[in-house]
């Protein structure tokens, strides 16, 4: 038995309360057949749904829902979360053995899982960019979900990672002229490079066919509403915890006939889930990951003892941050 096979030891991020996390070591065990032992590169957090975790606003009701592939522990606390982790096969069949490799998997220096729980990354993927990995494939589920047309109209309200990406796409389709909307002009000139245009929300396109919101925030969704056109959809990305949302559903709601629908990337978009698995979907993100121009929303990195610290950051509002990736040590 080699010493990539035998027990090791690793280090996991853990919120531990409200706000609070920390670095804790634990013992892995033998891998066993099937398994691969994965020591990570990079991994990144997730703006809205780790926030909302590190703050404890999980909803009792959704605790089962908002699990995370390989976490450990409960909701609220303790409990090891994420989902966005890239690292290189040390152990495990010979075909993925030295492979990069994307992984649902919590922020974790060294970890074991099943083989098929693995995808590798596409040649021409640097793992640093893979970190956006998560965030693409709910940009693509969104996609699926809006069902935009040639030559539609397309406002993306919130212009954070997730935004961007679905602007990015949108903006790829013949014909669709696509807004990012958003309260911090610096996002502007991502937009731009990413092929959409930009707007502060008093000066935004109304009259859209389709609005996607992404911002996070009530008062972004309520925007969104206000430039939907006759008979929009209005696809709501935005995930809430356990706080109320007020919407103006007076003024023209009703008037313009607007259609308003959630969307989640936990289960593949009804359209296309007769034929494609979360794998393939997963696969179809990193495929599109091969563009450089998306190395723009990769704004902030940090060393991983330093997690615990960044994640209070964003917990508290930090608005500068696209991505956030964390960087491993050699």
Request: proline share 8%; hydrophobic share 45%.
């Given at each position: 038995?080699?010493?990539?096979?035998t027990?090791?030891?690793?280090?996991?991020?853990?919120?531990?309360?409200?706000?609070?996390?920390?670095?804790?070591?634990?013992?892995?065990?033998?891998?066993?057949?099937?398994e691969?032992?994965?020591?990570?590169?990079?991994?990144?957090?997730s703006?809205?749904?780790?926030?909302?975790?590190?703050?404890?606003?999980?909803?009792a009701?959704?605790?089962r829902r908002?699990?995370a592939?390989f976490q450990?522990?409960?909701?609220?606390?303790?409990?090891?979360?994420?989902?966005?982790?890239?690292?290189?096969?040390?152990a495990?069949?010979?075909?993925?053995?030295g492979?990069?490799v994307?992984?649902?998997h919590?922020?974790?220096t060294l970890?074991?899982?099943?083989?098929?729980?693995?995808a590798p990354?596409?040649?021409?993927?640097?793992?640093?960019?893979?970190?956006?990995?998560?965030?693409l494939e709910?940009?693509?589920?969104?996609?699926?979900?809006?069902a935009?047309r040639l030559g539609?109209?397309?406002s993306v309200?919130?212009?954070?990672?997730?935004?961007?990406?679905v602007?990015?796409?949108a903006?790829r389709?013949?014909?669709?002229?696509?807004?990012?909307?958003?309260?911090a002009?610096?996002?502007?000139?991502?937009?731009?490079?990413?092929?959409?245009?930009f707007?502060?929300?008093?000066?935004?396109?109304?009259?859209?066919?389709?609005?996607?919101?992404?911002?996070?925030q009530?008062?972004?969704?309520?925007?969104a509403?206000?430039?939907?056109?006759?008979?929009?959809t209005?696809l709501?990305?935005s995930w809430y915890g356990?706080?109320?949302?007020?919407?103006?559903?007076?003024?023209?709601?009703?008037?313009?006939?607007?259609?308003?629908r959630?969307?989640?990337?936990?289960q593949?978009?009804?359209?296309?889930r007769?034929?494609?698995?979360?794998?393939?979907?997963?696969?179809?993100a990193?495929?599109?990951?091969?563009?450089?121009v998306?190395?723009r929303?990769?704004?902030?990195?940090?060393?991983?003892?330093?997690?615990?610290?960044?994640l209070?950051?964003?917990?508290?509002?930090?608005s500068?941050?696209?991505?956030?990736?964390?960087d491993?040590?050699?």
């Open positions: 038995m080699t010493a990539a096979t027990a090791a030891t690793a280090q996991a991020c853990w919120i531990t309360g409200p706000l609070r996390a920390e670095i804790r070591a634990e013992t892995l065990p033998p891998l066993r057949e099937g691969v032992r994965v020591r990570a590169l990079h991994s990144g957090v703006r809205g749904t780790e926030t909302l975790v590190f703050r404890g606003e999980v909803p009701s959704e605790a908002m699990r592939p450990a522990g409960e909701f609220p606390a303790p409990v090891k979360y994420g989902y966005v982790s890239v690292g290189v096969v040390e495990g069949p010979a075909h993925l053995r492979r990069a994307f992984c649902l919590p922020h974790q970890y074991q899982v099943p083989a098929d729980a693995v990354l596409p040649e021409g993927v640097p793992p640093a960019r893979a970190v956006l990995a998560a965030n709910t940009a693509i589920n969104a996609l699926w979900d809006a935009p539609e109209r397309i309200v919130g212009g954070g990672t997730l935004g961007l990406l602007a990015w796409l903006a389709l013949p014909g669709c002229e696509v807004q990012v909307v958003d309260t002009p610096a996002r502007a000139e991502v937009a731009r490079a990413l092929g959409a245009g707007a502060l929300p008093g000066a935004a396109r109304p009259e859209a066919d389709l609005v996607i919101h992404a911002s996070g009530p008062d972004g969704l309520s925007t509403l206000g430039l939907a056109g006759f008979e929009a209005v709501e990305l356990t706080r109320a949302v007020p919407l103006p559903l007076g003024q023209g709601f009703h008037a313009q006939r607007l259609t308003l959630s969307s989640q990337v936990g593949v978009a009804t359209a296309q007769a034929r494609w698995t979360h794998a393939r979907r997963l696969g179809l990193l495929s599109l990951l091969k563009d450089p998306l190395d929303l990769v704004t902030h990195h940090a060393r991983f003892d330093e997690l615990p610290q960044v209070a950051r964003l917990a508290g509002g930090d500068e941050t696209l991505c956030q990736r964390i491993y040590p050699d």
